[in-house]
């Protein structure tokens, strides 16, 4: 038996804050999701997988962009005309709603409902599987709802648990603990939800594939999905790479740097990917640099540079950079332990959202101020800006 168990494509995902790349590069970053989808729907077909999991959030909101859910329509059909299953459940981007303008899917998909069940498959040699799950039908799920999925079924040769959810006791995401499921005596549990793979356990295993495609800097590093193969005993797991393009976040230290032709080399060396790549570059040890390459970096000058040699059509594109130099820099003019208190008392959420007001509800801000690292990164930014003109004085 073989299968491939994927999640979080997130369809019709406008890919916000992209309007100064090229034209071209634009083009492949919008295209990038469906190019992934393509990629694994022919490998599935190439392989004779026996099914697709797709474990929540196929399409990136609740109201499923007209041209996604017509494209994965036809990715399905596709997938029927050789007699590969498709099983999925909704997450909670993509959850259950009462709208009739949704498109139908063909005999071979199976969708769960929003309440936990069981559904079995016979396969071509004639192995009998059985898959358990639920679809969201909210946005949010509070309850522990792994705890009401059935014990394995005696009469199957192998189950699967589907879950878009996290770990953890309290979530706003079908919360569930690594306990809970592996009392279930199920064979494979597919996971959704998080952006990031992860084996969470392999006995049995408990998998979070990550998303197909990076969106944005925070889901940075080649993305793809799991080839799974079950011999009648063991279960092995393969990788398998699609992303189009890779976020990266690389750090170059500037220290040492004498001219600008070995700072262009040692960035240009540090940002080297065979894969198409979108950049944000960090220069540490700033302060280290000399006053005239500074003005180069912090005036856009050498990053406009370094963005107009680029190719469109194998690109490691550097679409920010951020200088960054060290604390005791401004801690020579300021005491430490007033900016400490200072940084205490303004980088805070509750004086963010004070400040923001309205402006919380547009959703590419919204989206940004909530980012993990948002904050440490503002309070970063204010560092480099104090030392920077303390540096210029």
Excluded: C
């Amino acid at each position: 038996m073989k299968f491939i168990h994927t999640a979080d494509l997130h369809l019709g995902s406008p890919f916000k804050g992209l309007m100064q790349l090229p034209s071209a590069i634009k083009k492949v970053v919008e295209n990038s999701i469906y190019q992934a989808t393509d990629q694994l729907v022919a490998t599935a077909i190439k392989l004779s997988v026996d099914f697709i999991i797709i474990a929540g959030d196929a399409f990136d909101d609740a109201t499923r962009d007209l041209h996604a859910q017509f494209y994965l329509q036809r990715k399905f059909q596709e997938l029927a005309q050789h007699q590969i299953a498709v099983i999925m459940i909704y997450g909670n981007h993509d959850y259950l709603t009462s709208s009739q303008a949704v498109v139908s899917y063909p005999d071979n998909v199976y969708v769960f409902g929003p309440e936990v069940t069981t559904t079995t498959l016979t396969l071509a040699n004639g192995q009998k599987v059985a898959f358990s799950g639920f679809s969201y039908n909210q946005n949010h799920i509070q309850t522990n709802l792994a705890q009401t999925y059935p014990a394995r079924l005696p009469n199957v040769d192998y189950q699967i648990g589907i879950l878009h959810g996290e770990l953890g006791q309290k979530s706003n995401y079908a919360p569930f603990t690594l306990e809970t499921l592996q009392s279930k005596g199920y064979d494979y549990w597919a996971l959704g939800h998080i952006h990031q793979r992860q084996i969470l356990s392999q006995n049995p295993y408990v998998v979070y594939p990550g998303n197909l495609q990076g969106r944005h800097r925070n889901e940075s590093g080649d993305k793809g999905y799991y080839l799974v193969d079950w011999d009648g005993t063991t279960t092995k797991l393969k990788f398998i790479s699609t992303a189009a393009i890779i976020w990266q976040n690389v750090q170059v230290s500037v220290a040492q740097i004498s001219n600008l032709d070995n700072l262009i080399t040692k960035i240009q060396k540090a940002v080297f990917n065979d894969k198409n790549t979108l950049v944000d570059l960090t220069l540490t040890d700033f302060e280290q640099l000399d006053h005239d390459l500074q003005a180069l970096i912090t005036s856009g000058e050498l990053l406009a540079t370094l963005q107009a040699d680029v190719p469109t059509e194998h690109f490691n594109y550097i679409y920010h950079v951020q200088p960054q130099v060290k604390s005791q820099a401004i801690y020579q003019t300021i005491d430490e332990k007033y900016w400490q208190s200072a940084a205490n008392q303004v980088f805070t959420p509750n004086n963010l959202l004070k400040h923001l007001g309205k402006l919380q509800q547009v959703p590419v801000v919204r989206e940004t101020y909530q980012q993990k690292d948002f904050l440490s990164e503002l309070q970063q930014r204010a560092v480099n800006i104090i030392s920077q003109n303390k540096m210029e004085e």
